[in-house]
């Protein structure tokens, strides 16, 4: 009976879930919405400013958590409806997804540092 | 007045049937007409060769699952006035092979319930001179709603993950194991640990939670699994410290 590592990926995903239920709808609603619709004012997210606030480190935080966790939600939950639609995937494939993730976790982080 | 309901059965009688056929009968009802009912005027009246399980006619024996209109249900607890104006169409419970009509083998689901050491475990034996162990209000309140399991299999025909890899230990199991771990008189969760632990325990759930809605003693062993599955993340990081494991 071998231990499944499983719980490395629930753990990602469940902070991913976290984050697409209680922020990503916050950044949704500012871009998508607020800002299209001229509701507030457009200087606010003028260019200097977002990157004042992605060179900052706490910016660069928030950025990190709010691309990279959800990343890992979204691979994890596609990776496991393969199996649902009876695609059942193997190592190779797991691999994959879980190396998007993985190779876009990293890439940000090194954008977010470089900014 | 009774009225009439058309059921359609599905047979499979595996001496004379190739593959399962449907066949349908008439059947007078009123109120107080339970499904289970139903198949025993069919039986009695109609046609004696039909085959079906049951016993105590009050959701405590768990033997008369079926798949109603496909819905997972006990005969006994599902009523004919609840369908009325339209057909009911029964067939044996889902995901189990059938063995004849509404007859299935549950086999798999039974050694699965045993394999987890249902049962009380202490690390010294104990003798009717230790006295007995109390349990407060609270602490029975852990593991009780768990421990109401009437081993009926509805759950494992509800969930579309064990109809995709009979190897996923499955609901009432993983709640089963829950509600002894959970018991302060029971000393065997690090043995029952490897259940949950393995890719085909808690971790072959996908949390579509179909098992708690047909679960007619209100179980709940997607809530059961939920919480292993942090119990088992928690193991997780704590063999990664323990050397040799
Ligand atoms: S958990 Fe509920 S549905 Fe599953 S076997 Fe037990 S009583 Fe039946
Ligand atoms: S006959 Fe016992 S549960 Fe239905």
Redesign the interface.
Known sequence: MSRSHEPIFWGLFGAGGMVAALILPIFIVITGLLYPLGIIPAELLAYDRIFAFASSWWGALILLVVICFPLWLSLHRLYHCLHDFKIHAGVRTQTVFYGIAYTATIASIVLVLVL | MAEIMKMSILRYRPETDEKPVWQSYDVPYNHETSILDALGYIKDELDPTLSYRWSCRMAICGSCGMMVNGQPKLGCKAFLRDYAGGELKLEALANFPIERDLVVDMSDFIAKLESIKPYIITQEPRSLDDGCTTQTPKQMEQYKQFSMCINCGLCYAAC?QYG?DNKFTGPAALALIHRYNNDTRDQGKAERM??I???A?V?GC?FVGNCSVVCPKGVDPAAAIQLG?VE??KD??I?MFKPGE
């Open positions: 579309p995709l490897k259940f632990n393995e890719e325990g971790w996908t599955k088992s993340a997780y990081v063999q």
